[in-house]
């Protein structure tokens, strides 16, 4: 976190109240930290804790997983009939850009898949090809392509990563977060308006039925508060059909990560 002093901080379930407080979130769904291989455990035994308690109000866990390695699944062995856990991800955009093709990590998917989870696809805008392959290998798996794809919208660089955005969203199995974009923006001067067209783009290749909205705190600390990327997604979204947006906000996350 050395070169993120925005977010080299706490970010517990207390912090997280506060940075929601006022913003009527009903439920929320835990998504990994890509913590070290040797922390998954711990991280997943105290999320599970914090879910227990209905207080929190954590209605799905996606778990950590490094599914390229033996076992992937070990540190999950408590918990793997427990009805919050809902998908896993690896994150890839940190990541050589075969992993998601090694012999092992596919081996490991086709584990993914026969439990019905979903899969969170964290990717860069050069590896959407890549991900449009696995998407497509594994047909009987939801995947929740995160952060859009990570656009440079600093850069406004709509392509490549329109046409490959695109073409993934051909893969009926695959839905798009609307997460991270203020990070992807210039972080001292962005706007709606710098959001505004590839938002569109994502909303033209994936429909109101397979968009969901994701906060991606505490990382959109990096550049505004979790308050400020909602305001933002509502100014997004007011064209929208009242019946767009309680999709969009909340009844997709509901059906996707099938919480109660």
Aim: charged share 30%; proline share 6%; net charge neutral.
């Amino acid at each position: 976190m050395d070169g993120f002093p925005a977010i080299k901080r706490r970010a517990m379930i207390e912090e997280y109240r506060a940075a929601t407080d006022g913003l009527h979130i009903g439920q929320t769904v835990y998504v990994d930290t890509d913590v070290d291989e040797t922390d998954l455990g711990r991280e997943i035994a105290a999320i599970f804790s914090l879910a227990d308690d209905p207080v929190n109000r954590i209605g799905g866990i996606v778990a950590g997983a490094k599914l390229e390695k033996p076992e992937p699944f070990a540190h999950l062995a408590k918990w793997l009939l427990h009805p919050k856990l809902k998908g896993i991800r690896r994150v890839l955009h940190t990541q050589p850009d075969e992993l998601s093709r090694e012999p092992r990590f596919r081996e490991n998917m086709r584990e993914v898949e026969r439990r019905a989870w979903s899969f969170d696809l964290c990717v860069l805008p050069r590896q959407l090809p890549l991900a449009r392959d696995l998407v497509g290998s594994f047909p009987g798996v939801t995947f929740i392509l995160d952060h859009c794809g990570g656009p440079d919208i600093k850069g406004r660089a709509l392509d490549p990563w329109r046409r490959d955005l695109q073409d993934l969203s051909a893969q009926s199995n695959v839905v798009c977060k609307v997460s991270g974009l203020i990070t992807c923006a210039d972080p001292r001067n962005w706007s709606v308006e710098d959001l505004r067209p590839f938002f569109e783009h994502v909303v033209a290749c994936f429909g109101w039925d397979r968009l969901l909205w994701g906060g991606d705190w505490p990382v959109c600390n990096l550049n505004a508060s979790l308050k400020d990327w909602l305001d933002a997604a509502k100014t997004l979204t007011a064209r929208a059909t009242e019946e767009q947006r309680a999709k969009f906000f909340e009844g997709n996350a509901r059906r996707i990560y099938r919480l109660a």
